[in-house]
């Protein structure tokens, strides 16, 4: 099975504060034929179910704000949110679909400072 | 609009099986897939299995020899039974929408306790 990690576990932000979160895949996520990383990140606030935000490593779903962005290649990536807003408060995780079982990483929880 | 629920009991004794039952709406169980997910209590996510638009199944192996995964395509419907239950099978059961192999669409989750 494919082991994915994020770091860091939690972090104290601010509102206005810009954020990186990392997800580390065990191999890689890119598939030769088509050069995409099979990579998607979620968000899941308190009492809700999780929501999709970015797959294929850096593709936005329709509706998301701008401010989060994907990147990363290969079993390197990273969530970043340019300027955190309070609804922003939630639980991130990254999820690998190249293969199943797809796989989860812990995830990583925003909090207020 | 793209809809799923999902509907079971609340509490199941160890060693029973767990029903669970996905209706979605908005989208036709015949043209995606579907998969489930589970949360333990203050904890990630796990991917449970799935089923492909075609009726084929694909199970979490750690979960495999418990699990079945069926649809009922008249009624628009996904099911997930896993047998032998233990009391760390408690969470929220999750069935959501694939679209280009990700979770694009999720229900509100059916929480289940496993307790005497």
């Known amino acids: 099975d494919i082991v994915m990690t994020q770091t860091p576990s939690s972090q104290a932000v601010s509102a206005g504060e810009k954020v990186t979160m990392s997800c580390k895949s065990s191999q890689s996520l890119l598939y030769s034929e088509n050069k995409k990383n099979y990579l998607a990140w979620y968000q899941q606030k308190p009492g809700q179910s999780p929501k999709l935000l970015i797959s294929?490593?850096?593709t936005r779903e329709s509706g998301v704000p701008d401010r989060f962005i994907g990147s990363g290649s290969g079993t390197d990536f990273t969530l970043t949110i340019s300027s955190v807003q309070a609804e922003d408060l939630a639980v991130y995780y990254c999820?690998?679909?190249?293969?199943?079982?797809?796989?989860f990483g812990g995830g990583t929880k925003l909090e207020l400072k | 609009q793209v809809r799923l629920k999902e509907s079971g009991p609340r509490l199941v004794q160890p060693s029973q099986t767990l029903s669970v039952t996905c209706t979605v709406s908005?989208?036709?169980?015949?043209?995606?897939?579907v998969s489930w997910v589970r949360q333990p209590p203050g904890k990630g996510l796990e991917w449970v299995g799935a089923?492909?638009?075609?009726?084929?199944?694909d199970y979490n192996s750690a979960l495999k020899s418990r699990l079945s995964i069926s649809r009922d395509t008249s009624k628009n419907q996904v099911f997930l039974k896993m047998n032998s239950l233990q009391t760390d099978d408690t969470g929220t059961y999750y069935c959501?929408?694939?679209?280009?192999?990700?979770?694009?669409?999720w229900g509100q989750g059916a929480s289940v306790t496993v307790s005497s």
């Open positions: 959501a929408k694939l679209g280009a192999g990700v979770m694009d669409a």
């Open positions: 999820e690998q679909y190249y293969d199943t079982p797809w796989t």
């Open positions: 089923i492909w638009k075609g009726g084929s199944t």
């Open positions: 294929w490593a850096s």
């Open positions: 908005g989208f036709s169980v015949t043209s995606y897939h």
